[in-house]
């Protein structure tokens, strides 16, 4: 993974929201749909999934030239718009995975592995983590996304994707030890880990309120029946 899935999100995000004000033209196209920010920032490690198939982690969905491809018809149907969601995939592996990790990044064009390779988990990567969940929240904050991601709003039901997918990642790094009472006292056997794991509760507890949110706009309006 190379960065946890906190600091794929928090940095899509992040980065993101920087395409979309920096970037002539953006701005205009209209608000970002932060659910497919939060998933497209984690899309490039889909490929653990398939590693049953034989499909190695960090290969080809970790390359600008498959993602060039796969984001070509949105390009040409949505022009400037799709701009911020294919920045929010590329920094998964050129940002995140590139600083912490080593990634086929030129794939095929030359498959060598490319990166810093800090290593997770580290002080560094922790703080990398951190800032990119502290950044969100106040760019949420500063961006007014805050208000609209908390309303009742049915395209919040959106967010039980990342959610989702958060929780499956959960669930992937507790399956890799035998029993919960190895795991549990492993989270709590340093400082990293209790950090990374409250970032996580923070992020998840954040994306679930905003899912509930969603779901909330579903309910019958008693009010207005009467
Ligand atoms: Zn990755």
Same mark, same amino acid.
């Given at each position: 993974m190379e960065l946890y899935f906190l600091g794929h999100m928090a940095w899509a995000y992040v980065w993101a929201?920087?395409?979309?004000?920096?970037?002539?033209?953006?701005?205009?196209? @209209?608000?970002?749909?932060?659910?497919?920010?939060?998933?497209?920032g984690i899309l490039p490690d889909a490929d653990l999934l398939f590693s049953s198939l034989g499909v190695m982690h960090r290969t080809f969905t970790h390359s600008f030239f498959f993602w060039i491809i796969i984001f070509l018809p949105l390009f040409i149907i949505f022009r400037l718009k799709s701009i911020p969601y294919f920045v929010a995939v590329v920094q998964h592996f050129a940002f995140g995975d590139l600083l912490m990790g080593k990634v086929m990044i030129f794939w095929p064009f030359n498959k060598s592995m490319v990166g810093f390779n800090i290593g997770m988990p580290s002080l560094i990567d922790v703080a990398l983590e951190t800032? @990119?969940?502290?950044?969100?929240?106040?760019?949420?904050?500063?961006? @007014?996304?805050?208000?609209?991601?908390?309303?009742?709003?049915?395209?919040?039901?959106?967010?039980?994707?990342?959610?989702?997918?958060?929780?499956?990642?959960?669930?992937?790094?507790?399956?890799?030890?035998?029993?919960?009472?190895?795991?549990?006292?492993?989270?709590?056997?340093?400082?990293?880990?209790?950090?990374?794991?409250? @970032?996580?509760?923070?992020?998840?507890?954040?994306?679930?309120?905003?899912?509930?949110?969603?779901?909330?706009?579903?309910?019958?309006?008693?009010?207005?029946?009467?």
């Open positions: 929201m920087l395409a979309w004000a920096l970037i002539p033209g953006v701005k205009r196209t @209209g608000k970002l749909i932060v659910p497919a920010i939060l998933l497209l800032a @990119g969940l502290l950044l969100t929240l106040g760019i949420i904050v500063y961006s @007014g996304d805050l208000k609209r991601l908390f309303s009742v709003n049915k395209s919040n039901i959106l967010m039980l994707l990342p959610l989702l997918a958060l929780a499956t990642s959960a669930l992937f790094f507790a399956s890799h030890w035998p029993s919960i009472n190895l795991f549990i006292p492993y989270i709590l056997s340093s400082n990293l880990q209790i950090a990374l794991t409250i @970032g996580h509760i923070i992020l998840f507890a954040f994306i679930a309120i905003s899912a509930l949110q969603g779901l909330r706009a579903l309910r019958p309006k008693r009010a207005l029946q009467r």
